[in-house]
């Protein structure tokens, strides 16, 4: 059972727009920032999104982030096959003298 | 261009023990918070451990304390982590990643491509 919450699964058709939630509690989410990764089959995950929204050099600005309270989202317009990935949310929790969490990921499908 | 090399893993019988090594370059290692995170085969990611710039301080998830020991040889630009008395839960892919800390602001942003560790009899 994963700290933070996500979908087990989204889908969605070329072109169009998804979200994957996270929900997390006031240790994690509500006092730190998320971050999210990226994980093409096979491969190690990716940096997608740091401090809630931001992008690093060279992540297309079709992927976005938000949060709000204890929960955050990751957005992605535009979506094309090379999108098809496990996608995880992650922040720094206070509790227990401090630890990272993860959620238990979301793999996307492109129809 | 950051570089981050896990070397180490194998097959090893449960109560046994492996050490795994990582080796950065591409960037100052002795500036950085580095981490382990593990994914069992099908699974998600688990935060292992981790260590701060000096080695001064340490901290991992409970089900390996005890078991395991995150360190760090500044001068060889090198992050290990020796792993005792393994479980097959323990079987999982290992990969070393810069813990990247600005403020409050907290991330992993390079990984390396990581290295399986099978715990079986």
């Known amino acids: 059972q994963s700290v933070l919450t996500q979908p087990p699964s989204a889908s969605g058709t070329p072109g169009q727009r998804v979200t994957i939630s996270c929900s997390g509690s006031s240790s994690n989410i509500g006092s730190n920032t998320v971050n999210w990764y990226q994980q093409l089959p096979g491969t190690a995950p990716k940096l997608l999104i740091y401090s809630n929204n931001q992008r690093p050099s060279g992540v297309p600005d079709r992927f976005s982030g938000s949060k709000s309270g204890t929960s955050a989202s990751l957005a992605i317009s535009g979506l094309q096959s090379e999108d098809e990935a496990d996608y995880y949310c992650?922040?720094?929790?206070?509790?227990?003298?401090?630890?990272?969490?993860f959620g238990g990921g979301t793999k996307l499908t492109v129809l | 261009e950051v570089q981050l090399v896990e070397s180490g893993g194998g097959l090893v019988q449960p109560g046994g023990s492996l050490r795994l090594s990582c080796a950065a370059s591409g960037f100052t290692f002795s500036s950085y918070w580095m981490s382990w995170v593990r994914q069992a085969p099908g699974k998600g990611l688990e935060w292992v451990a981790n260590?701060?710039?000096?080695?001064?301080?340490?901290y991992y998830v409970d089900s390996v304390k005890g078991r395991f020991t995150i360190s760090r040889d500044n001068a060889k630009n090198s992050l290990y982590l020796q792993m005792n008395s393994l479980r097959a839960e323990d079987t999982a892919v290992y990969y070393c990643a810069r813990d990247r800390r600005t403020f409050t602001v907290y991330y992993f942003d390079y990984w390396g491509q990581g290295t399986l560790v099978t715990v079986s009899s």
């Open positions: 260590i701060k710039q000096d080695g001064s301080e340490k």
């Open positions: 992650a922040a720094w929790d206070d509790s227990l003298n401090g630890h990272w969490v």
